[in-house]
């Protein structure tokens, strides 16, 4: 077996059913200084997949037995394989025969005869962008951010392992059913907002969704995605666990000015805080000024400072 750590450039698979093709691209594509894999057809070729991953794969369209479309088709319906870059090596040239191959999968297409240097160039761009995709797949997957993508009907086309946690959190706390992974809806109360979000006039500020339960606090933006028909949703969770009544009976606050602080301190405005406590970001603004004039202080940062320099939480 290959050992695909010691290539510097990348494993490059050739499928191809004339001797003479696989010859030319083996022998170029070593001298550039890529591993290669041939295969003579397309079933050889998935069956070798399986032992040795491929970075990217040259596959010829006309080939004896299942030919190059129908293979793309089913690397691509396995999770396995289906991120591995594909370009068609073709000699059709008809506009729907090349469209056919972009329906199935692929990332480019060659034209033969084979041009060995735009063979090269094709392959750099593809190996590059697929590993700058694989970085950011890693990045995000170690990161603690939490955010997922959806299409307009509200179905989840992407998320992070993280959302998928705050998910799963969200639908416990309210008692909400259905799966929470890609190709499913999102759950149904932030499903209603997302909706109503995308409904909202174009120079309007889209609203954040919030939801309080089991002292748990669940928030969630959302923002176009470059995609069009995509949104992305950046999802946010925190835990209240003061004390309100110790801080009530403390500091001499009512419990709702308790409540409003609380939600202070975890860097919620005046508007979020309202959505939360069903009030107006108004009443809210009220209730800071008690709450200052209580406590001797000016700003909000400085009324949750008294709170954690006596202990109270």
């Keep these: 077996m290959i050992d695909k750590t010691a290539s510097s450039k990348g494993i490059v698979m050739i499928v191809d059913d004339i001797p003479g093709n696989l010859a030319l691209l083996s022998d170029m594509l070593s001298e550039a200084g890529y591993r290669v894999l041939v295969a003579t057809d397309g079933l050889s070729a998935i069956e070798q997949i399986s032992y040795l991953k491929p970075d990217i794969i040259l596959l010829d369209v006309m080939m004896q037995g299942i030919d190059g479309f129908e293979t793309c088709n089913r690397l691509k319906a396995n999770p396995d394989t289906a991120d591995i870059p594909v370009l068609f090596m073709t000699a059709l040239t008809e506009l729907d025969d090349l469209l056919r191959g972009f329906d199935e999968g692929a990332v480019d297409y060659i034209v033969k005869p084979i041009r060995p240097p735009e063979v090269l160039a094709r392959i750099d761009v593809q190996l590059n962008q697929a590993r700058n995709l694989k970085r950011a797949e890693i990045a995000l997957n170690s990161s603690p951010f939490s955010a997922l993508a959806a299409d307009s009907t509200g179905t989840i086309t992407w998320l992070t392992p993280c959302a998928r946690q705050w998910l799963d959190l969200f639908v ?11 190709g499913n809806p999102l759950p149904s109360l932030l499903l209603s907002w997302y909706k109503a979000s995308l409904n909202q006039s174009s120079d309007s500020e889209p609203d954040t969704f919030l939801s309080h339960r089991q002292g748990i606090s669940f928030s969630a933006k959302i923002s176009p995605c470059l995609h ?29 000015e308790v409540e409003i602080l609380m939600w202070v301190s975890m860097g919620k405005t005046n508007k979020e805080i309202g959505i939360i406590l069903g009030s107006s970001p108004r009443t809210i ?12 202080v000016g700003t909000r940062a400085a009324a949750v400072s008294t709170v954690l320099q006596r202990s109270l939480i």
């Design 172 to 182: 416990q706390k309210h008692a909400i059913t259905g799966p929470c992974s890609s």
């Design 228 to 256: 069009n028909g995509e949104y992305l949703l950046v999802l946010d969770q925190s835990s209240a666990e003061w004390d309100l009544e110790s801080v009530r009976h403390n500091l001499g606050l009512t419990f709702r």
């Design 285 to 296: 603004n009220k209730h800071l000024e008690h709450i200052f004039e209580k406590l001797g």
